[in-house]
């Protein structure tokens, strides 16, 4: 392995070893506990080593948020894949793998979505992550979008609904004990199977 080789693996380590450590400081003590100062204490670098790889924490937000949104393409995937037959037992799956992920990950949750992270959204620069996650709703959607409905379309709507959800369950909102009746509203009423 050459030095160059070398120091490339050991930078992306360090990135990895920076991101690890935001997203569970904002897991345990939210966005505003993630500073410079205490991710460098936390990973034993510099404030400046912190800066050669991020130019503060906007950055860092929306390296999380494009970790979070690889993260939840693959969740969603993996559940339709695994739902029983039919379209309405896919959606449903992903309705609730969708939630399921924003309740087990608040922190990531919000630097996709509720964060300044400098990230285009449907926009021609969205980075292909957010793109991603958002083609693996779109690919399960689309077929129960109703006539006359382009597929996009729907799911921009299906994706805000369950965003809703998700925010307003967090904020303690809605009532916790109708959660599975309102994914089967939302599909009841929304898909079209």
């Not at 959606?91 to 990230?119: C, E, I, K």
């Not at 009746?181 to 599909?187: A, G, I």
């Amino acid at each position: 392995m050459s030095v160059q080789e070398r120091k490339e693996r050991e930078r992306a380590g360090r990135e990895r070893l920076i991101l690890a450590t935001a997203r569970e400081l904002a897991e345990e003590h939210g966005w505003d506990a993630v500073t410079t100062r205490r991710l460098a204490e936390r990973i034993e670098y510099s404030q400046p080593v912190l800066y050669s790889h991020f130019r503060g924490k906007r950055e860092i937000i929306g390296a999380v948020a494009l970790q979070g949104a690889t993260e939840m393409a693959a969740t969603l995937r993996a559940a339709a894949s695994t739902a029983g037959d039919g379209p309405r037992a896919r959606v449903t799956a992903l309705a609730r793998a969708y939630l399921d992920f924003a309740a087990r990950n608040p922190a990531v949750y919000d630097a996709m979505f509720q964060l300044d992270g400098g990230l285009a959204f449907a926009r021609e620069d969205t980075p292909e992550p957010l793109k991603d996650a958002f083609a693996a709703l779109l690919e399960n959607l689309g077929e129960v979008a109703g006539d006359g409905v382009h597929p996009a379309l729907f799911t921009e709507v299906f994706w805000a609904a369950l965003h809703g959800l998700a925010t307003l369950t967090r904020a303690g909102r809605l009532p916790p004990g109708d959660a599975e009746r309102r994914v089967e509203l939302l599909v009841d009423r929304l898909a079209v199977v």
